[in-house]
């Protein structure tokens, strides 16, 4: 069964860090792009990065670019995502998904991310 | 970026009568190999968003027959022949032929 979990949210201060990981099972992870995709309370999907096979092609949302850093350890069938100097507009649930090309066919619980003072 | 609109906001339907949600693109979907990046996802209350349909029209694994898509170019359609309880939601349509991904702002799915 494939599988994705999110952890590392948590409520961390305007202007702090966090690293979200994802763990990935029941496929061949290093065979296929990744995504973040984040969802504010009671609003819709925003993606927000994705990476390659081999972790040498990176994009990102433009309001996150500079600040959060999307990467992966195939050995470990690990998705991460570092993310810093963290806005209140940052507060979200944030999903890891597999895919990034194409389409977003599986994707995990969701690890939620809040910003506040 | 392409902009996703989705109509109409919340569609209130009864159970077994169908349900249609559009979804239209600020320009073209269609890649340069050819192929659509349209698909819906569907979002029940309290879960992750989960793939209904890629490329338009293809089902993804273990989904309902009474769920199908259509579509070209810049106008899509996402139907439920059926509506189920278990079809309560948000359903949202996402590009990805162009990056960024972008979705649309979702349609309710209710029963009345």
């Known amino acids: 069964e494939v599988q994705l979990v999110e952890s590392g949210g948590g409520l961390v201060q305007p202007g702090g860090s966090l690293r979200l990981s994802c763990a990935a099972s029941?496929?061949?992870?290093?065979?296929?792009?990744m995504s973040w995709v984040r969802q504010a309370p009671g609003k819709g999907l925003e993606w927000v990065a994705n990476?390659?096979?081999?972790?040498?092609?990176?994009h990102y949302v433009d309001s996150v670019k500079g600040r959060f850093t999307i990467s992966r350890d195939n050995a470990k069938n690990s998705l991460f995502m570092q993310v810093n100097s963290l806005r209140a507009e940052d507060t979200a649930v944030y999903y890891c998904?597999?895919?990034?090309?194409?389409?977003?066919?599986?994707w995990g619980q969701g690890t939620l991310v809040t910003v506040s003072s | 970026d392409i902009v996703m609109t989705q109509t109409p906001l919340s569609s209130p339907v009864t159970l077994g009568q169908p349900a249609s949600i559009s979804c239209r693109s600020s320009q073209s979907l269609v890649h340069s190999d050819g192929n659509t990046y349209l698909s819906w996802l569907q979002q029940r209350p309290g879960q992750p968003p989960r793939l209904l349909i890629y490329k338009i029209s293809n089902r993804f694994s273990g989904v309902p027959d009474r769920f199908s898509g259509s579509g070209a170019g810049t106008d899509f359609t996402l139907q439920i022949s059926r509506v189920e309880a278990e079809d309560v939601g948000v359903y949202y349509c996402m590009q990805a032929t162009q990056p960024p991904l972008t979705f649309g702002g979702g349609t309710k799915v209710e029963i009345k």
């Open positions: 998904a597999r895919g990034g090309t194409q389409q977003l066919e599986t």
């Open positions: 990476i390659n096979q081999d972790g040498s092609e990176k």
């Open positions: 029941g496929f061949t992870f290093s065979h296929y792009w």
